[in-house]
């Protein structure tokens, strides 16, 4: 079957996570530790922790509190909820993004699939200003399902009312996205950021890309 639809992931995808996430620590270090002359340890201890966004928060707070020299230490509730007020503000979209995505919707119908927190993942893409692209938008949170679960993908195709097969998808992760679209039914193109490929994936992606203006010269 033809491909009728490409859905992407969002972080490291479609949001430039790693810049995003850096802007927010420089914002985090400088409400918090203005009392220092030299940061820079703390941000590249931020930078490590976060393990490219995959750490929980809660706990990537809990060993902030425990590690940084604070003036203060805040309460911890205090940093989550900072965290959830002030880290979408920071949302910035990989380069050539959007004019990407606009030149496929004039083709394909759009989907994007996410794992995260329903407040912060929806608050991410209205920052963007990307949210009418789409025709179809899953946050695991809320749909109660993770990727690479192939339920969270299944609901993409039946919201879409299109087959698996019909279906191409994006994503940085190799397990989450690659393996979990690829399991699913779907074809997948690797979006090589920041994230290893390992020996025991059996996924094997049409493409990889290194930069999203090489998608539609492949479609």
């Given amino acids: 079957m033809s491909i009728q639809a490409i859905l992407f992931d969002l972080d490291n995808t479609l949001l430039d996570r790693t810049r995003t996430f850096e802007q927010f620590t420089n914002g985090f270090i400088a409400t918090y530790f203005s009392h220092l002359d030299e940061t820079r340890e703390i941000f590249d201890r931020i930078i490590e922790l976060d393990q490219d966004g995959y750490k929980d928060k809660e706990e990537l707070f809990a060993e902030l509190l425990d590690e940084l020299p604070w003036r203060i230490p805040p309460e911890h509730s205090e940093l989550l909820a900072f965290y959830k007020r002030e880290y979408v503000n920071h949302a910035l979209l990989m380069e ?26 929806h ?42 097969e019909q279906c191409l998808y994006i994503g940085d992760h190799p397990v989450n996205d690659i393996e979990g679209a690829t399991n699913a039914g779907m074809r997948t193109i690797w979006f090589k950021v920041n994230q290893p490929w390992r020996d025991h994936i059996t996924a094997a992606p049409l493409h990889t890309i290194k930069h999203l203006s090489e998608l539609p010269a492949l479609l």
């Fill in 123 to 164: 608050g991410k893409i209205d920052r963007l200003g990307i949210r009418d692209m789409f025709d179809v938008i899953l946050v695991s949170e809320e749909a109660g399902v993770k990727k690479p679960d192939r339920a969270i993908y299944e609901m993409a195709t039946a919201k879409l009312e299109l087959q698996p």
């Fill in 96 to 121: 050539q993004a959007r004019e990407v995505v606009l030149g496929l919707r004039e083709k394909y119908r759009l989907g994007l699939i996410t794992n995260g927190k329903t407040a912060i993942q």
